[in-house]
């Protein structure tokens, strides 16, 4: 090549040092390890153990929505959890649970308070276009209502009610499942029959719903499952029980 | 290389070709080219992000989709039987999301593997054609060590540019000395979407293309590589590999799974050497269906659509990289002909910019490892489909045959043989219209 060549050396661990001092740069509070799965935490939330309750305190969030709790396990494919979020009249319910393989959201289930209801919505990002989903409710196990090809703005909406209620608490069970085919689902079972009012106007009774991504063959990108939780709230906490990653 | 002999009249020249681009741009080019987009015509998938690459075709036989999902997971899973030499355990490991190599941290396995070249078409008579990294149950064949030494030039109008060039270091080798003619090539994994278009081009497709004699004048060849298919003994085009070594996904597959995990697909030939012959034995036979499922999930990967194609900056580039000559082997576009059982593939009109042919690129690309007609300076034209997103589903985007160059700039520079002229013409651009031909690779 031309004399204006210089040779200088260069060597691909540079690059490793460097990535590993910016990986510093964002740690914040300790992970914790808790129902035996490494919990990390996510924004300015800080995680505190409490045996006694058999809980994880997810504590310190602000108010942006985007703090909360990451779990981390390869290859999985369900996700259960019951989430105890404080609710009082300055403070609304806003909580989302999405799944994450190799850093990227596969799918997510999010639940906002607006006055007495409850919203529900989901987005799944497995199509190559516009994703749909299936909104189905469940009443103690048994399929009772269903409505199909859901853009992602469509809502589910239920009273606050469907929640276990204890003072200024809701206790609800959210769930994450990457099924069979290749779609997603997301999932809340409430402790009583509410009555649900799906997309297209139907109302019906139950105590469980389902938002499940619909898969067109054509296009989709076939996950096989996730590897990390993100729980988040824009409440000052919440607390994570009786949680399973499998 | 006589740059400065070149420099003057190229300069003019160059100044010629962004006229004549840019009046492409707003008069010879359609107003409406809605296919653009569609570089593998109706099986093209639009997705910009991580899993570009790893997409269903855009018309796949809703019947598929559950195959889909099982060779997926074939495709992913660490291999359950692999053999005594490896360099991987699985095939995404260094397909990594469905593309080339992975960036280093991201994986626990190399990002690059070592072909061996030498006295028989084997390779190393001990180490075969590929030096593994590991042993299971045995000694590691060797450490391998890549150090890239960077080297500085500047282009006619003033810019600098740094391009750097691999030095491979093996040490331990733990069976005794290579051979003293065996050659060392480095080499990338590249990506696996859009093999299935590829397969699917006729051999009269590509031997359309063809030109080792130059007869046109153009200072481009482009030669058809020749394989002897083992099964049945007749000549066949080999496309597939970076020397267009392999005919056949399934040929490539088998090969891959020999080489890099180190498990025998059936009817594939055995070694003569003591060392070689003891480690085969212990190398675990797979089923044939094994081999049939992961074919059938490459064919069905698809290619991504373009961006920002019709950007005038970008149609400005597309005009120059025409012109300059990168289209003279980075054929734009070619139809697909039959492929039994997969209708979603044939009569495509593609655009993957290749030609599928082997061209000399040069003392500087070569590597001293002849596969069957192609000699060391030899490569098959690379497809540029998915260029632009590479970095995005990979994590680096180290082109050519071992990652050498970070970027499409680096790729052309290093260009040499049948393609320095359009290379100096490259480098001779004004640095606005190099750009532009930057943009328009960018939104591959």
């Known amino acids: 090549m031309s004399k204006s060549f210089q040779v200088l050396a260069a060597s691909s661990r540079v690059v490793a040092v460097l990535m590993a001092g910016a990986a510093l740069a964002h740690a914040q509070s300790p992970p914790v390890v808790f129902q035996g799965l490494p919990h990390t935490p996510v924004g300015y939330a800080a995680l505190q153990l409490d045996p006694a309750r058999g809980a994880l305190d997810v504590v310190g969030l602000g108010s942006t929505g985007k703090d909360g709790v990451a779990v981390r396990k390869d290859g999985s494919t369900s996700w259960t959890a019951r989430v105890e979020v404080p609710v009082a009249a300055t403070q609304l319910l806003n909580l989302s649970w999405s799944a994450l393989a190799d850093g990227r959201r596969i799918g997510s289930g999010l639940l906002r308070q607006n006055g007495d209801t409850l919203e529900m919505s989901g987005v799944f990002t497995g199509a190559t276009t516009t994703p749909t989903f299936s909104a189905q409710v469940y009443n103690n196990g048994r399929l009772v209502g269903a409505v199909g090809s859901q853009p992602p703005t469509a809502r589910v909406f239920f009273p606050i009610t469907i929640c276990t209620w204890v003072p200024e608490q809701c206790r609800i069970a959210a769930e994450f499942h990457t099924l069979d085919d290749g779609a997603c689902m997301v999932k809340i079972v409430g402790s009583g029959a509410v009555p649900i009012r799906l997309p297209n106007g139907t109302i019906v009774t139950g105590n469980e719903v389902r938002l499940v991504e619909e898969v067109r063959p054509a296009g989709h990108y076939p996950y096989l499952g996730f590897d990390t939780m993100v729980t988040r709230s824009d409440a000052p906490s919440f607390a994570i029980v009786a949680e399973s990653l499998r | ?384 489909w998915g260029l632009g997103l590479l970095s995005t589903v990979s994590g680096q985007s180290g082109l050519l045959h071992d990652g050498r160059a970070r970027s499409p700039e680096e790729a052309i520079l290093w260009h040499g043989g049948e393609a320095e002229r359009a290379r100096e013409w490259f480098r001779h651009l004004p640095r606005k219209a190099r750009a532009a031909l930057l943009e328009f690779l960018d939104t591959l």
């Not at chain 2, 492409?24 to 653009?36: K, L």
């Not at chain 2, 540019?161 to 050659?183: C, F, M, N, W």
């Not at chain 2, 359309?208 to 153009?218: H, K, L, N, Q, T």
């Open chain 2, 1 to 384: 290389m006589n740059r400065r002999r070149l420099s003057r009249p190229f300069r003019r020249a160059a100044a010629a070709v962004v006229v004549l681009g840019a009046a492409a741009v707003f008069s010879a080019v359609p107003s409406t080219q809605s296919r653009d987009e569609y570089l593998g015509g109706d099986t093209t998938v639009f997705d910009e992000g991580p899993t570009a690459f790893g997409r269903a075709l855009a018309n796949l036989d809703p019947l598929r989709w559950n195959e889909f999902r099982a060779d997926k997971e074939r495709f992913l899973r660490q291999w359950p039987e692999r053999g005594p030499w490896a360099d991987a355990v699985s095939c995404a490991e260094c397909h990594y999301h469905d593309g080339r190599g992975p960036r280093a941290d991201q994986v626990g396995g190399p990002v690059n593997l070592v072909r061996l070249g030498g006295p028989s078409p084997g390779g190393d008579p001990v180490y075969g054609n590929q030096l593994r990294r590991t042993g299971y149950g045995v000694l590691a064949p060797a450490h391998i060590r890549v150090e890239w030494e960077e080297v500085r030039d500047r282009y006619p109008d003033g810019d600098n540019y740094k391009l750097r060039q691999p030095t491979i270091h093996v040490s331990e080798l733990a069976y005794g000395p290579l051979d003293p003619h065996t050659r060392q090539s480095l080499r990338v994994p590249p990506a696996v979407f859009g093999l299935g278009l590829l397969e699917a081009v006729s051999e009269q497709e590509i031997r359309r293309f063809a030109d080792p004699d130059d007869a046109d004048g153009d200072g481009v060849s482009g030669a058809v590589q020749e394989i002897r298919d083992a099964a049945t003994g007749r000549s066949v085009l080999g496309r597939f590999g970076w020397k267009a070594s392999q005919p056949s996904l399934a040929a490539q597959s088998a090969a891959a799974l020999m080489a890099d995990l180190g498990v025998i697909p059936p009817g594939t030939s055995s070694a003569t050497d003591r060392v070689r012959t003891k480690i085969q034995e212990r190398e675990p036979e797979i089923d044939q269906g094994e081999v049939t499922a992961l074919v059938r999930y490459l064919r069905a990967l698809a290619v991504p659509a373009r961006r920002r194609w019709a950007e005038p900056a970008v149609r400005e580039g597309e005009a120059l990289f025409e012109s300059i000559g990168c289209a003279a082997c980075h054929r734009r576009q070619m139809i697909t002909g039959e492929l039994p059982d997969w209708p979603e593939l044939e009569r495509q009109a593609i655009q993957p910019y290749t030609d599928l042919l082997l061209h000399d690129l040069g003392p500087q690309l070569a590597d001293a490892v002849s596969e069957g007609l192609a000699s060391g300076h030899e490569w098959r034209t690379p497809p540029l």
